[in-house]
């Protein structure tokens, strides 16, 4: 498999132009460099893309940010992770479903996409996935909203709940696609890992193959990657009928010829992993 992290611009295939001699075709215009890009970024494919940058542009691979080239869409999401006070789930539920309603009405590119709670992990802990539709300008909205009026109110009484609060913002692998609603039910697991700095290009290379070995029984969720927060940080969410289904579907993956050499190029990536069983709450659209 490539390893995109030594990728010199002499592997870059390079564009066929007029002889260094002058000749030129009669009778047709010479066509500009940027002329040349424009056409060539028309219709280019993610691994493309991943391989040379836009318009095939081989400076162009080193200017470009890991976001541009490892995602689409411009949405961008927020994973929370809460630690509830032990003994008063009922109470956090109810407090934050007041916040939940209160941040979807005063901002409408907001919407709660899942709402869980971890079961296998940490205990007494809530994981929350928002989506911001109009990315980075969603953010910003709910920044200065955050800091005043209702949303300030029922944001606090959220944190009185909790001893803990952490988030952090993501954008989802083009490969992947984003979530989608589930009827009930499932179990979900949660898998995040940390890369070593200067992988994450690779990794997503490696898994544009990989998730087709994991998609037969509808388990893919969503994987993001981080833009705020812990840097180099990766998300998978995965859907199983229960732990039964869980330990068989995974049994076939490591059955399908080609999965092994993916985990074999993914794993010397990783400086730290985790995995978490989640099941929903009732506010979650991921049942």
């Not at 215009?29 to 040349?36: E, G």
């Not at 109810?94 to 996409?113: H, P």
């Not at 899942?114 to 929350?128: A, E, I, K, R, T």
Request: glycine letters at 6%.
């Amino acid at each position: 498999m490539l390893n995109l992290s030594r990728l010199s611009l002499r592997s870059i295939p390079k564009r066929s132009f007029a002889s260094s001699s002058g000749d030129k075709p009669s009778g047709q215009k010479q066509p500009s460099q940027l002329d040349l890009e424009k056409n060539d970024s028309q219709g280019q494919s993610w691994l493309s893309r991943i391989l040379t940058g836009p318009a095939m542009n081989p400076s162009g691979f080193h200017k470009q940010s890991h976001s541009s080239l490892l995602a689409v869409s411009d949405a961008v999401f927020e994973i929370q992770t809460h630690d509830a006070t032990s003994g008063n789930k009922e109470g956090y539920l109810k407090a934050y479903k007041n916040y939940s309603q209160e941040v979807q009405s005063t901002n409408a590119g907001l919407k709660l996409i899942g709402s869980f709670q971890v079961v296998y992990g940490n205990q007494d802990q809530f994981v929350h996935l928002w989506r911001y539709a109009k990315g980075w300008s969603d953010v910003d909205q709910q920044i200065r909203a955050i800091s005043t009026g209702p949303l300030q109110t029922v944001d606090s009484d959220v944190a009185k709940l909790c001893t803990r609060r952490r988030n952090v913002l993501v954008k989802p692998f083009s490969y992947w696609g984003e979530p989608k609603e589930r009827e009930p039910s499932h179990i979900y697991d949660m898998r995040t890992y940390v890369l070593k700095p200067g992988t994450m290009i690779e990794w997503g290379n490696a898994w544009a193959k990989g998730i087709t070995y994991r998609r037969e029984h509808n388990q893919d969720v969503g994987g993001f990657f981080a833009q705020v927060g812990q840097l180099y940080m990766v998300f998978h969410f995965w859907a199983y009928k229960d732990m039964v289904h869980r330990n068989h579907t995974r049994q076939d993956t490591w059955a399908k010829p080609g999965w092994d050499i993916n985990v074999q190029y993914t794993v010397p990536l990783i400086k730290k992993m985790n995995s978490k069983i989640l099941v929903p709450t009732p506010l979650s659209k991921l049942q």
